[in-house]
């Protein structure tokens, strides 16, 4: 086994996110910010990043920058405001409010209807379809501003359905497209034309399998971050995958997915992975083929056994698995693994003593420590209830507490510490 580019824990503060990111020693400032606008949304050139008083220069690769492993940073916007404060948060609730009353009067609206008959009616039910659709829009304005900045933003309109036609010309150059937080069941096919996209954010809609143009988005070879999380998809289109090479993050928490494609591990540029919140049951055994994978994340599914082939991940740093089926962990995983050093298994019915006793384990551990040595170091406690812990829960304590083997349950398999 070759010897590995040493790989730097670099810990954001992002409104009231606190994230971590991993990268190798030797990267830029550029690519730390490129990999943030990947997790947030938050655009680079928007972002400033301040360490010990002082914003950092793009340019700059991090040792220059005066960063270490374990560097505590704070990203802000470029007016120095940070994003997703308390007055934010109350805006987004009244406006959650006046969506709901809004849905209300539309239901008030078709109720009225069927009491009545002819015009009267045609009338009301007319007037409860333009409800149902939502607040009118100067398309034509946006469309112009997105052709300016390479942003289609769409985000948090509480739309149904984007208008016929939307990105039928002119956008081919666009970088970003941002439909989240809205109620959209289907996309058009039309979506292939954004062939210059790097970045598609999906999340919180209420997107179907059936109700995405797969084979449109397998178009969009230069996508970079993919975000499906919070929708309805069932599956994952196997030609989707295949055809998106580039993908670095894919995102697909809180859906009703049941399996991954094959393809998934055709995605040999993939940094992360997050599938939290399905109805999995095993992972893809071609996820080896993720070579770049440096994050795995898969909590609260029904998975019972890793496959294999995860050993061949050699930059692979943290997997999260909280809230399964598993009762063991393959011993090539936790001695192949070179770089893995954050091992989650809380809530699965493997112990800390079974962990322990896999071989392996020492391997592992060692990595473990000193990844929390590091931390300790640096002033970093961000995520510390999973670094610290060996990874598995040691109910032999929590037994007790629990009125013996018979007490309740904390996750699929186990009780929780």
């Not at 990267?27 to 680079?44: C, N, S």
């Not at 030609?239 to 090479?245: E, S």
């Not at 939290?276 to 898969?298: K, M, Q, T």
Request: charged share 20%; proline share 3%; glycine share 10%.
């Amino acid at each position: 086994m070759g010897d590995t580019e040493q790989s730097w824990a670099l810990q954001v503060k992002y409104g009231s996110q606190q994230l971590e990111v991993n990268l190798p020693a030797s990267a830029k400032i550029q690519e730390l910010q490129e990999r943030l606008q990947e997790l947030t949304g938050a655009f680079v050139r928007k972002q400033k990043l301040i360490h010990k008083g002082k914003v950092l220069v793009s340019s700059h690769d991090l040792a220059k920058a005066g960063l270490t492993n374990g560097a505590k940073l704070m990203l802000l916007l470029s007016d120095a405001s940070v994003v997703t404060t308390q007055g934010q948060q109350a805006l987004q609730q009244q406006k959650k409010a006046r969506q709901e009353e809004a849905a209300q009067r539309v239901r008030d609206l078709y109720s009225q209807a069927k009491g009545l008959g002819g015009a009267a009616a045609a009338a009301i039910t007319a007037a409860a379809a333009a409800a149902q659709a939502g607040p009118t829009f100067d398309w034509q304005e946006r469309k112009r501003n997105w052709g300016k900045t390479g942003i289609i933003s769409v985000r948090d309109l509480n739309l149904i359905a984007l208008p016929d036609g939307l990105f039928d010309s002119g956008f081919e150059t666009a970088r970003v497209a941002d439909l989240s937080h809205n109620r959209l069941e289907r996309l058009s096919a039309s979506l292939s034309l954004l062939t210059g996209l790097h970045t598609l954010r999906l999340e919180h809609n209420q997107l179907t399998s059936e109700g995405l143009p797969w084979e449109a988005l397998a178009q969009l070879t230069l996508l970079t971050a993919l975000s499906l999380d919070r929708n309805r998809l069932e599956s994952v289109s196997e030609g989707a995958m295949g055809g998106l090479r580039g993908l670095k993050v894919l995102s697909l928490s809180n859906n009703l997915l049941s399996s991954l494609p094959e393809a998934v591990g055709q995605l040999a540029a993939l940094r992360v992975l997050a599938v939290d919140d399905n109805r999995l049951e095993l992972l893809p055994e071609s996820i080896g083929g993720c070579s770049s994978l440096l994050e795995l994340s898969a909590e609260r599914n029904r998975i019972r056994l890793l496959p294999a082939s995860l050993a061949h991940l050699t930059h692979l740093q943290t997997v999260r698995l909280d809230g399964n089926m598993i009762t063991a962990v393959p011993p090539a995983v936790l001695l192949d693994c070179a770089s893995l050093a954050t091992l989650s298994l809380q809530g699965n019915p493997i112990t800390a003593d079974q962990l322990r006793s896999t071989p392996g384990f020492s391997e592992y551990d060692a990595r473990r420590v000193a990844r929390c040595n590091k931390q300790l170091d640096g002033g970093v406690l961000a995520h510390a209830s999973r670094t610290f812990t060996e990874g598995a829960e040691d109910r032999q304590w929590s037994r007790w507490g629990d009125g013996g083997p018979g007490g309740a349950a904390g996750g699929p398999g186990g009780t929780k510490s």
